[in-house]
T-cell receptor, first 116, second 113 residues
Framework: AQTVTQSQPEMSVQEAETVTLSCTYDTSENNYYLFWYKQPPSRQMILVIR??????QNATENRFSVNFQKAAKSFSLKISDSQLGDTAMYFC?????????????FGQGTTLQVKP | GAGVSQTPSNKVTEKGKYVELRCDPI?????LYWYRQSLGQGPEFLIY????????DSGLPNDRFFAVRPEGSVSTLKIQRTERGDSAVYLC???????????FGNGTRLTVT
């Protein structure tokens, strides 16, 4: 069975600075997706970034980038130039590939507060 | 276009009552998912529909929980004889297919008193 662990329940960062959220996972699968989702108070889960395990290059989306270390089973999210709108709960998630069900396994989440 | 819509946004019910939670996915999305999110936790998978059929219901906690998607679009999650432990946010998501990114709704917060 796969597990996803986020060891930082809460983080804070000053506006315009950089913050890194940690995620580790455990799996015996070789091919999978990893995701970071953002959940603001509206409760909607918003996809931030996706990484394919067979790609060595780290995914980036504007101010968001990941550090994917497959051997260490580590998948951290870096947010550059933090903005007040980045305040939210962030979840790391795993999906096996190919997936018969598209099922996501989520971590416990990290609450990020961006301070003005 | 319109996103995933869930109704009601909030539902308060008494222990032992029956509730229905509705999910209206993005038009054309064949895959539909229900997740449950307890306070301070990550979402946990409940059930996956491909079209009208439940392809994976391994996450349903017990037989008080049931979900349907009769026409391959709108889905209803049904909970019988509700218990206080059922209190959570119930999230619905849809995707073009099972390998595509999931689009989530805003969830229904269920409170059982």
């Amino acid at each position: 069975a796969q597990t996803v662990t986020q060891s930082q329940p809460e983080m804070s960062v000053q506006e315009a600075e950089t913050v890194t959220l940690s995620c580790t996972y455990d799996t015996s699968e070789n091919n999978y997706y990893l995701f970071w989702y953002k959940q603001p108070p509206s409760r909607q889960m918003i996809l931030v970034i996706r990484q394919e395990a067979y790609k060595q290059q780290n995914a980036t989306e504007n101010r968001f980038s990941v550090n994917f270390q497959k051997a260490a089973k580590s998948f951290s999210l870096k947010i550059s130039d933090s903005q007040l709108g980045d305040t939210a709960m962030y979840f790391c998630a795993f999906m096996k590939r190919p997936s018969n069900t598209g099922k996501l396994i989520f971590g416990q989440g990290t609450t990020l507060q961006v301070k003005p | 276009g319109a996103g995933v819509s869930q109704t009601p946004s909030n539902k308060v019910t008494e222990k032992g009552k029956y509730v229905e939670l509705r999910c209206d996915p993005i038009s054309g999305h064949t895959a539909l998912y229900w997740y449950r999110q307890s306070l301070g936790q990550g979402p946990e998978f409940l059930i996956y529909f491909q079209g009208t059929g439940a392809a994976d219901d391994s996450g349903l906690p017990n037989d008080r929980f049931f979900a349907v998607r009769p026409e391959g679009s709108v889905s209803t999650l049904k909970i019988q004889r509700t218990e206080r432990g059922d209190s959570a946010v119930y999230l619905c998501a849809s995707s073009v297919d099972r390998d595509s990114p999931l689009h989530f709704g805003n969830g229904t917060r269920l409170t059982v008193t």
